[in-house]
């Protein structure tokens, strides 16, 4: 059987001149996840609208996999049909058939985009829906609570008919509003902070600061993981490594104590900073939340800002801890990011750390230590890993 996925993309952004950049992108991408995927559809584009053709005994991944990528809206599976009542509906019984979609209850809805076509939406889906009663489909009509939609869509190159639409992640095509470098640690927020810049179209390169021996190694291999599914949504992905060890030493040596978390940010913010520039991203991203922990305070954020020369956003910052996780499962991280780690900030956490930082005394704090020489040995050391 061929089964044909329609592909919604949302309407605002396919206005005006950027229209035919945003498709090529959202094409681009999705041939490609399709790719990797293992999926063997085939996309096409007819008048400003997308489908994937696949062949085969039922659909496999393939509607998951079009649902999670950015600048989809929704996507149906469906099967393409002439433009009459009963191949629709013959068709379209095939297909439930074929993916094994047995419904307590069902209504039809009918979207008529070729106006040429002479039977008015409200009578087609009630002659669509008479067929399939009395042709094998059972079950009570609920037009209220239907625990499936039956779609049909007629366009001018023919019919459609589908039995499952997903909602799709939304936003725009990765790779339409430029580059951003995300702080990516181990934990449950950064990621997430970072995909959410891509379904805003933003390409992501993430910057790890690594520890060792203050963490291991294993920390490192869950960071790859993570940005591994990060990558999942663009075209490449490269992953960066700073050896942080020389920053952690002399923060233990020269930091007072209480100060030594908001410091440690700051060479993060500087470090990351200097890669971004060099590596053209525009905006750094943290997952930072406020109020979460005792680092993100305003007066902390405040303390860490001061040394970046561009912008941070925090996507996350007013989000609850649980939006974040709901997130964060949907995106395949959740399960990475709770395996246990020792993260270098949590090695550093002092008995009393300073809340209420006031920057005088941060800068003080950090006067003692080479900050140029530090922040440049560990730009001039990054690994790379690509994704
Ligand atoms: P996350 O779940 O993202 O680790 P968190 O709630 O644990 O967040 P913190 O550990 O205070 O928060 O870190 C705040 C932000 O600082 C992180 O979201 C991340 O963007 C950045 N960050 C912290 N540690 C690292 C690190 N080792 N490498 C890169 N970025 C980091
Ligand atoms: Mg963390």
């Known amino acids: 059987m061929e089964f ?18 945003f498709e090529q992108a959202l094409e681009q991408n999705i041939r490609r996840t399709l790719k990797r995927g293992g999926c063997n559809a085939v996309l096409e584009s007819e008048r400003g609208r997308l489908y994937a053709v696949e062949s085969g005994e039922a659909p496999g991944e393939t509607l998951e996999l079009l649902s999670r990528i950015p600048g989809i809206v929704s996507v149906s599976v469906g099967v393409k049909c002439e433009r009459s009542v009963k191949s629709l509906a013959e068709n379209g019984l095939a297909l439930m058939q074929k993916m094994g979609v047995v419904p307590v209850s069902f209504k039809v809805e009918c979207k008529r985009a070729d106006k040429t076509f002479p039977i008015p939406s409200p ?9 399939l009663l009395t042709h094998g489909l059972d079950v009570p009509v609920d037009v209220h609570h239907p625990q499936m939609v039956f779609g049909v869509e007629i366009q001018q190159n023919g019919a459609y008919a589908f039995c499952k639409t997903l909602r799709g992640a939304g936003g725009l095509p990765v790779g339409v509003s430029g580059k951003v470098a995300v702080l990516l640690s181990g934990g449950i927020d950064s990621p997430v902070a970072g995909y959410l ?5 933003a390409t992501v390169e993430p910057i790890y600061f690594h520890g060792f021996p203050f963490t291991s190694d294993m920390v490192k291999d869950k960071v790859a993981r993570l940005a591994k599914r ?11 490594i700073v050896n942080f060890t020389p920053v952690l030493t002399a923060l233990k040596k020269q930091c007072p104590e209480k100060f030594t978390i908001i410091v440690m940010r700051r060479f993060m913010v500087r ?20 109020g979460q922990v005792a680092s993100q305070t305003l007066d902390n954020l405040e303390c860490v800002t001061d040394v970046s020369p561009m912008m941070i956003l925090r996507p996350l910052l007013s ?17 990475i990011s709770i395996e246990p780690h020792e993260d270098c900030c949590a090695l550093f956490v002092p008995k009393f750390p300073e809340i209420y930082g006031k920057l005088v005394e941060v800068r003080e704090a950090e006067s003692g230590m080479d900050i140029e020489g530090l922040v440049t040995e560990c730009v001039e050391t990054v690994e790379k890993m690509d994704f």
Do not use: P
């Not at 009630?126 to 067929?131: D, Q, S």
């Not at 810049?197 to 179209?201: A, N």
């Open 319 to 335: 989000f609850d801890k649980f939006d974040i996780i709901e997130q964060a499962k949907k995106i395949g991280t959740y399960e």
């Open 123 to 131: 009578q087609l889906s009630r002659e669509v829906g008479e067929y």
């Open 4 to 21: 044909v996925y329609i592909i919604r993309f949302g309407e605002i952004w396919i206005k005006g001149k950027n229209r035919r950049f």
């Open 197 to 201: 810049l891509q379904k805003r179209g």
């Open 271 to 290: 470090i990351a900073a200097e890669i971004a520039n060099r590596t053209g991203c525009r905006a750094l991203i943290t997952g930072d939340n406020l």
């Open 230 to 240: 990060l990558a999942f949504y663009q075209k490449c992905l490269t992953l960066r």
